[in-house]
C-alpha cells in the first residue's frame, strides 16, 4: 500500500524520492503523513462548520413602538451600532434571530420597501456577515398589519405575498441572511387564515431563494404546549426546496407569556419548561419535521428560573433543537428578561446558556 503512494507521489512531484544514507525512501512517506493530516484537518474543519447553533438569541428594536409608523431610527425603533456584533461574536453566538415590523418596511400594502427602513437592514446584515453571524430575518407582526387581520378584505394574503416576494428578492444575495421567519406569533382571528397564508408566503420565497430555509411559526402564539392541538394542517405546507423549520415558543411563568409578573411560590418544579416544550419536542418526532424553539427566555430574580432552563436546554440538545433567547438588543434597558451586557459585564441569565452554544452530535441537516 505504501510503495503504491511512494510511486503515485514520485510521480505527481516529477521527481525522484528522498532516501536518507540506510537507502529508506522518507518521500513519499512524510508526503503521506501531511496529506492525511491536510485531509483529517479539512474533515474536522468541515464536521465543525457542519454543528449547528444550539443556542441562538433575538437581537430586538428594529420592532419597538407599536403604532408608530415609520417612527425614526434611535428614537422610536433601534437598529445595532457598527460593533454590536462584536461582543456576541466574542461570546460565541453565530446566529441570531431579527425582528423587523411589516409596517415599517412597507408603508403601503403592495408598495415598494420602505429604503430608510430597508437600507438599515442592510447595513445589519453587513455587520453581522464582517462577524461570521447568520441572521434570520423576522416577520414581527403577530398575523396582522396595522391591528387588521392578516387574511381578511383589508389585509389580504396577496398583500403579504407580495412583502415576502419583496422582501426575499432584496436579500436573497446577502450572504448573511440564513432564513426567513415568515411571521411571529399568529394568533386569535388570524389563526384560521394562517396555513393558506404560509403557504403563499413559501411560494413567493421560492420565486427567488431556493435555498434558504424558511422558518413557519404556529397557530395560537406559536405555543409549544398547543401545538399539537393547533397546528395539524401546517403539515400539509408545500415546499419545493423541502427546506420548512417549525418554530414554538416557550416561556415558564404561570400563564406562559413572558411577563414574568408572579414572584415564585416555594413549590417550583424545575422540570416546568422541559414539560411545557415536550408536546411540540413529540409533534416533531412523530411527523419527521425539524424544528426550534424561536423564543424562551427568564428573568434573574430567582436562580430557579435558571434551573428550568438549564434542564429545558439540556433536553433539547439531546434532541437537537436550538432554542433563540429572548431578548438582546441595546435599547431594553432595566428588562427583566434581557440578555444584554451591562458595561462590558454578562447579565445572570448568560452563564446557563454558555454552556449549551453547540452539540458535537448536532449537524446542519435538511430534509
Known sequence: MLDSLDSAVVSALGRPPMTTPSGIDWTGKLLLVVVLLVLSFGANAQKAARQAPMVL???SGAEFSEGVWPGENGTHYFFPDENYFDKWQAR???AIRFPMRWERLQRKLGGELDETYASLIDKMLIQAERRGIKVTLDVHNFGRYENEVLGSKNVPIKA??????????RWRDF???YAYDIMNEPHDEADQYWPKA???GIFAIRANDWHRPIIIEGRSWSSATRWPQHNDALLDLKDPSNNLIYSAHLYFDEDASGRYQKVLGQRFDPDIAVKRVRPFV????KNGKRGQIGEAGFPADDPRWAQAMDRLLAYLQEKCVPLAYWSAGSAWGDYSLSIEPVNGRDRPQWPVLAKYLVAPHCTVTRR
Open 198 to 200: 404560509a403557504q403563499a
Open 57 to 59: 438569541i433575538n437581537v
Open 175 to 177: 450572504r448573511a441572511l
Open 282 to 285: 413529540e409533534w416533531l418526532e
Open 92 to 94: 460565541g453566538i453565530r
Open 160 to 169: 403579504y405575498r407580495d412583502l415576502l416576494h419583496r422582501v426575499s428578492m
